[in-house]
């Protein structure tokens, strides 16, 4: 599925709807330049699990973890990483094998590491059809 929105509160509202429609054990990977939306999107997605407290990318961290929703919420921002081993001493596995939602920014850069099963969301810009247009392309791999 390929949507397309030309504000920032048009993708925090994909976001949102992705969110509502979340399950418990989802992945959700989130690929994009930087600058292109993704934390807009994600805090869409969070407002969708019914989280109410701020969501930032957690870029020094590498994970954060919100409970408040209807299911936990973990967040992952991976950019910074300079290992897949790292992401085990973090309990990754657990995470990903868990009950929550995990949605994955930068996923690409730790792609040998995530599960087959998975919903991918790929940000992309287009300048040539404005500044703020975003084009989504959300794909479920089975």
């Avoid at 509202?13 to 690929?31: C, D, H, M, N, S």
């Avoid at 209807?70 to 897949?84: A, E, T």
Wanted: proline share 5%; hydrophobic share 35%.
């Amino acid at each position: 599925m390929v949507q397309e929105t030309r504000s920032p509160e048009q993708t925090f509202e994909i976001g949102f709807r992705l969110g509502r429609k979340a399950r418990p054990g989802q992945v959700y990977t989130l690929t994009g330049d930087l600058g292109v939306g993704k934390t807009v999107f994600t805090q869409g997605f969070a407002k969708g699990l019914g989280i109410e407290e701020p969501v930032s990318s957690p870029t020094f961290t590498i994970v954060q973890v919100y409970e408040e929703g209807r299911l936990p919420f973990y967040h992952f921002d991976v950019y910074r990483i300079g290992d897949v081993e790292e992401m085990d001493e973090i309990g990754y596995e657990d995470y990903v094998m868990g009950e929550g939602v995990c949605l994955i920014e930068w996923a690409n850069l730790i792609e040998e590491i995530l599960p087959q099963k998975r919903t991918e969301i790929v940000i992309e810009k287009d300048l040539d059809q404005g500044f703020e247009f975003r084009r989504i392309t959300i794909e479920e791999l089975p």
